[in-house]
Nanobody
Framework: QVQLVESGGGLVQAGGSLRLSCAASGSAFISINAMDWFRQAPGKQRELVAS???????NYADSVKGRFTISRDNAKNTVYLQMNSLKPEDTCVYYC???????????????WGQGTQVTVSS
C-alpha cells in the first residue's frame, strides 16, 4: 500500500523560511504523475498551493507566487515545497497529493499525505 509521508512543518517567524518534503513509499514499483501541495486553514476549504508535473512544469497559486517553489526528485519519489518570506496568513496544515500507479491497483489514483502544520508568528 502506497503512503505519502510528509515532514518539515513547524513554527517560524514572519519573513522566515521552511522546506516541506513528501515522500511516497510502500511499493517497490510505482509511477508518479502530478504531485501537488494543498493547504487548509481551520474553517476554510482546502486550497491548491502548487503543482508540478513529472517533467518539472510547475504552477502556483497567486498568493504564493514568487515566495514558494515546488520541486521533485523522481528517483526518490519525493516532492518538496520551499517556502520563503512566510506570512502569518500562510499558517495552515499543508498536505501533499500525488497521482500514482501501482501494479497492485493497476490504475492511477490520488494519494494524500497526513498533513503537516505550518505556523507563522507575527
Amino acid at each position: 500500500q502506497v503512503q505519502l509521508v510528509e515532514s518539515g512543518g513547524g513554527l517560524v517567524q514572519a519573513g522566515g523560511s521552511l522546506r516541506l518534503s513528501c515522500a511516497a513509499s510502500g511499493s517497490a514499483f510505482i509511477s508518479i504523475n502530478a504531485m501537488d501541495w494543498f493547504r487548509q486553514a481551520p474553517g476554510k476549504q482546502r486550497e491548491l498551493v502548487a503543482s508540478i508535473t513529472r517533467d518539472g512544469s510547475a504552477n502556483y497559486a497567486d498568493s504564493v507566487k514568487g515566495r514558494f517553489t515546488i520541486s521533485r526528485d523522481n528517483a526518490k519519489n519525493t516532492v518538496y515545497l520551499q517556502m520563503n518570506s512566510l506570512k502569518p496568513e500562510d499558517t495552515c496544515v499543508y498536505y501533499c497529493k500525488a497521482d500514482i500507479w501501482t501494479p497492485y491497483t493497476q490504475a492511477w489514483r490520488d494519494y494524500w499525505g497526513q498533513g503537516t502544520q505550518v505556523t507563522v508568528s507575527s
